[in-house]
């Protein structure tokens, strides 16, 4: 909802009310109103209203409302690279998305497998070993390229890794990285004492037990998944014409079927949305 901000910080405390829900609940974008519904329907019977302001600035500042006037409201956002430094978001009333993005929870192996049989005349086995290529790819591109990462985003540089699978790999659909251009993106990105400062980053990330599917750039992630399919859908048709935003939609369709308790991000939504449960609670005290 664009003109959330033309709403007074009094006016935003009452707005459930308007809704006739337990609380209102900001998100970025339009895919996250699809998405954090399912994780808080799950844990929580309270109703909640979702409310897209259309982008993390935005969602800052309606942040910045809640941390000065301990409003009664809550916010659902995307961690990014948070873990790696002081966030602003970090507020009892905030949750935030177990790794970079709600990508990262979408796009795990069992929905990998499951997206891509859909288009795939390649049985279980295969599909397996495809994607034990694939999860070396992401592997590979989080090993060399994360400490980079992290350095820019905290220096305001331009990032390594971006949003677009491609730039890792030669062939035209492929989805195997090559290790000279993943190299190219490392030294076009000058980092002094890099071996202290990839200690530290990999002390962040053992200590959470992050995987590689869980703190590369969800963007770049999606792409990525997206020429998997495609090439792995050889055979199955001439040509399969799919987009980013058609992947989400049907990541987000088949989240029902793949979270559940074996996911490795469902244990930490059900202590967060429990957590908030509690919070909304307080609001009517």
């Not at 009892?92 to 499951?114: A, C, F, M, R």
């Not at 992401?138 to 390594?160: A, G, R």
Request: with cysteine; net charge negative.
């Amino acid at each position: 909802m664009t003109d959330t901000l033309d709403y007074s910080p009094e006016a935003l405390d009452i707005r459930n009310e308007f809704f006739e829900v337990d609380a209102v609940i900001y998100v970025e974008g339009v895919d996250d109103e699809k998405f954090w519904p399912e994780i808080f329907d799950l844990f929580s019977n309270k109703v909640f209203k979702f409310e897209s302001v259309q982008g993390k600035p935005e969602l800052l500042k309606v942040f910045e409302i809640l941390k000065e006037n301990n409003s009664r409201f809550l916010i659902a956002t995307d961690s990014d690279y948070s873990i790696f430094f002081e966030e602003s978001f970090d507020h009892p009333n905030v949750i935030k998305t177990y790794g970079h993005s709600i990508e990262n929870t979408l796009i795990q192996k069992d929905s990998i497998l499951q997206v891509s049989k859909l288009s795939s005349i390649k049985n279980k086995t295969e599909l397996n070993s495809e994607y034990k290529i694939f999860a070396s790819s992401i592997d590979l591109i989080v090993d060399e390229l994360l400490t980079h990462e992290i350095y820019c985003c905290e220096n305001n540089i331009s990032s390594v890794i971006g949003k677009r699978f491609e730039k890792f790999s030669k062939a035209r659909s492929g989805y195997v990285v090559d290790n000279k251009l993943v190299d190219s993106f490392k030294t076009s990105c000058s980092l002094m004492e890099e071996e202290k400062y990839k200690k530290e980053v990999n002390s962040v990330v053992e200590k959470l037990k992050y995987t590689s599917l869980d703190i590369v750039n969800g963007h770049l992630l999606i792409s990525g998944l997206l020429r998997f399919i495609k090439f792995n859908s050889n055979g199955f048709r001439s040509s399969l014409n799919i987009s980013n935003d058609s992947l989400l939609i049907i990541l987000l369709a088949t989240l029902k079927n793949i979270f559940n308790s074996k996911h490795p991000h469902y244990s930490y939504y059900e202590n967060e949305v429990k957590k908030l449960a509690l919070v909304v609670d307080s609001f009517s005290q």
